[in-house]
């Protein structure tokens, strides 16, 4: 699967450049990565399930590898 194009059969939800910023937005504090998760589906109101969270964990390791986030014992924060 190619998460870096649209199609009309994805949802923005199914990208993970999208998913990114949208988490780069929740990610102001010291939050743990279940509190990301649940806030992303807060304001996004949809329901967390198997495929969203691996969605969002390729959306961290995207934002980890470009340097904008970090870890600070087990909590993500903003460089």
Known sequence: ???FKFNKYNSLDENVL???KYIYEIVE???AIDEVFE???RRRSI???LSLERILYLS??????VGK???NYHRIKRC
Do not use: K, R, V
């Open 1 to 3: 699967m190619d998460f």
């Open 18 to 20: 999208i998913a990114s």
């Open 29 to 31: 504090d010291e939050m």
């Open 39 to 41: 806030e992303y589906s």
């Open 47 to 49: 329901a967390l399930n």
């Open 60 to 65: 961290l390791t995207f934002l980890f590898a």
């Open 69 to 71: 986030l970090e870890i």
